[in-house]
C-alpha cells in the first residue's frame, strides 16, 4: 500500500557529513509524524530524531547540534542532515513515517528498509 525509500547512506570518516532521504510512496493521502531511527550490530533499536507534519523536531540527547531534521511534504520526503559525524553514529538508519492511507483514511505506521551509515578512518 505504502512504500518508504531511503538513500543517502555511506563509508564517511570522523568528522564528516551525510544527508539521508526517505520519499513514501503509493496509497498517501498524508502522513503525520516522520522520523529516523538507527540499529547498530547487538543494540536495540534507538530514536534519532523526529518531525511533526507541522516541522517541530525532535532529537536525541546524543546528536542534539550535530543532525537536523526536515520535511517536505509536497514531496512526501523527510531528510536527515548528520553534520560531525562519530564512529558511534555507526548504524542501520531507518525512516518512519505515520500515514494516512488513501481510501481507509486509516493511519498506519510504515518502516522504510534502512540504510548503512559506517563512520570510519
Known amino acids: 500500500q505504502v512504500q518508504l525509500v531511503e538513500s543517502g547512506g555511506g563509508l564517511v570518516q570522523p568528522g564528516g557529513s551525510l544527508r539521508l532521504s526517505c520519499s513514501a510512496s503509493?496509497?498517501?493521502?498524508?502522513?503525520?509524524?516522520m522520523g529516523w531511527y538507527r540499529q547498530a550490530p547487538g543494540k536495540q533499536r534507538e530514536l534519532v530524531a523526529t518531525?511533526?507534519?507541522?516541522?517541530?523536531?525532535n532529537y536525541a540527547d546524543s546528536v542534539k547540534g550535530r543532525f537536523t531534521i526536515s520535511r517536505d511534504n509536497a514531496k512526501n520526503t523527510v531528510y536527515l542532515q548528520m553534520n560531525s559525524l562519530k564512529p558511534e553514529d555507526t548504524a542501520v538508519y531507518l525512516c518512519?513515517?505515520?500515514?494516512?492511507?488513501?481510501?481507509?483514511?486509516?493511519?498506519?505506521?510504515?518502516w522504510g528498509q534502512g540504510t548503512q551509515v559506517t563512520v570510519s578512518s
Open positions: 503509493g496509497r498517501v493521502f498524508s502522513i503525520n509524524a
Open positions: 518512519n513515517a505515520r500515514v494516512i492511507v488513501a481510501m481507509t483514511l486509516r493511519e498506519d505506521d510504515y
Open positions: 518531525i511533526s507534519s507541522g516541522g517541530n523536531p
